[in-house]
């Protein structure tokens, strides 16, 4: 199976930064990546999907990028309604999908 | 509107079953991969199992096989889960989610809360 590695695994930051989370593969997934983001007691919203496509409705402030093994989700300037978890999720084989831990963004 | 509500969660003993369904509304159900993932309390997403259009294929996360069981009925636009020889590390909010073009999750439904506990 395809181990997904998040780092890391809290951020504080403020509003108005630029904040990067990045997530690894085990082994080439291709561009086959998926980013949420979820808020206490919801459920994930998708926000990119094959590592740098938006998702319809998703801010532009929101940004993927990567392929094989190492991939970003890049917040451009951080907004009150982004602090939530963050998580992606490997699609290279359908039978075995994965996620990576998850990235906990914080008000500093 | 793409709408996806499970129910069925409960409150079962170590050893039991249960049995999960969600309801989907606003797509074509049966034009579409549907899962299950978990999460358990204060813990990250798991990928449970998901199942072809047709029902004809379904694949599972390693722990679970052999126990639980994924179905679906396209005329009743419904996606079930049973849950048999339940394990305390069963614990978790089960969500229904569509699969969209490939296999990423486009929608998901609000969860529903199996515990196992004695």
């Known amino acids: 199976d395809i181990q997904m590695t998040q780092s890391p695994s809290t951020l504080s930051a403020s509003v108005g930064d630029r904040v990067t989370i990045t997530c690894r593969a085990s082994?080439?997934?291709?561009?086959?990546l998926a980013w949420y983001q979820q808020k206490p007691g919801k459920a994930p919203k998708l926000l990119i999907y094959?590592?740098?496509s938006l998702e319809s409705g998703v801010p532009s402030r929101f940004s993927g990028s990567g392929s094989g093994t190492e991939f970003t989700l890049t917040i451009s300037s951080l907004q009150p309604d982004d602090f939530a978890t963050y998580y992606c999720?490997?699609?290279?084989?359908?039978?075995?999908?994965?996620f990576g831990g998850g990235t906990k963004v914080e008000i500093k | 509107e793409v709408q996806l509500v499970e129910s069925g969660g409960g409150l079962v003993q170590p050893g039991g079953s249960l049995r999960l369904s969600c309801a989907a509304s606003?797509?074509?159900?049966?034009?579409?991969?549907m899962s299950w993932v978990r999460q358990a309390p204060g813990k990250g997403l798991e990928w449970v199992a998901n199942?072809?259009?047709?029902?004809?294929?379904?694949n599972y996360v390693d722990s679970v096989k052999g126990r639980l069981t994924i179905s679906r009925d396209n005329a009743k636009n419904s996606l079930y889960l049973q849950m048999n020889s339940l394990r305390a590390e069963d614990t978790a909010v089960y969500y229904c989610?569509?699969?969209?073009?490939?296999?990423?999750?486009?929608?998901w439904g609000q969860g529903t809360l199996v515990t196992v506990s004695s």
């Open positions: 989610a569509r699969a969209g073009t490939m296999d990423y999750f486009d929608y």
């Open positions: 199942i072809k259009q047709d029902g004809s294929e379904k």
């Open positions: 606003g797509f074509t159900f049966s034009s579409y991969w």
């Open positions: 082994q080439s997934i291709s561009s086959w």
């Open positions: 999720q490997q699609y290279n084989s359908y039978s075995s999908l994965t």
């Open positions: 094959k590592a740098s």
